[in-house]
């Protein structure tokens, strides 16, 4: 259906069935995740974020979170979802613990080790996200 709607926009976006197209490809789609400790355990009732921008300070070795933002808690199974995020989008994916400890991962360049990005006509699935950073 995507690829159909994109034809759309591509060919006849002069035309009311163009600009529906488009206008049905932007509409903010659910997105949902999973975050667990290294021994698969959930990491229930934490506070999720998402951001479509950020920054790293080497002074602090923060990443600070700016655009879009999205919050969402864990369920006893570590579960989140999001029911409308902006599709188009890349995001970051951190995190607040139950003590109040924010984090997430980063990789050897300073980014984001856990990203994802929102895609248009259906749900997003972030996967399963290891809030100790071990990586498979």
């Known amino acids: 259906a995507v690829a159909t709607y994109q034809q759309l926009v591509s060919n006849y976006s ?3 069935e163009g600009q ?21 355990s959930a990491a229930a009732n934490f ?7 950020w920054t790293f300070d080497s002074s602090t070795q923060v990443l600070k979170l700016a655009g879009q933002q999205y919050q969402a808690r864990t369920d006893g199974t570590g579960a989140f979802s999001i029911m ?4 188009g989008n890349s995001y970051m ?3 607040i613990d139950t ?3 924010s984090g997430t991962c980063i990789t ?8 994802v ?3 248009p006509l259906r749900a997003t699935d972030a996967g399963t996200i290891d809030v100790e950073c071990a990586q498979a």
Do not use: C, K, M
């Open 14 to 16: 002069d035309t009311s």
């Open 20 to 40: 529906e197209a488009r206008t049905t490809l932007s509409f903010p789609q659910p997105l949902q995740g999973r975050l667990i400790y290294p021994d698969g």
């Open 47 to 53: 506070q999720v974020l998402l951001a479509s921008q």
């Open 84 to 87: 409308s995020v902006a599709v």
């Open 93 to 95: 994916i951190a995190w």
């Open 99 to 101: 003590s109040g400890h």
């Open 108 to 115: 050897t360049d300073n980014q984001p080790l856990y990203t």
């Open 117 to 119: 990005q929102a895609q």
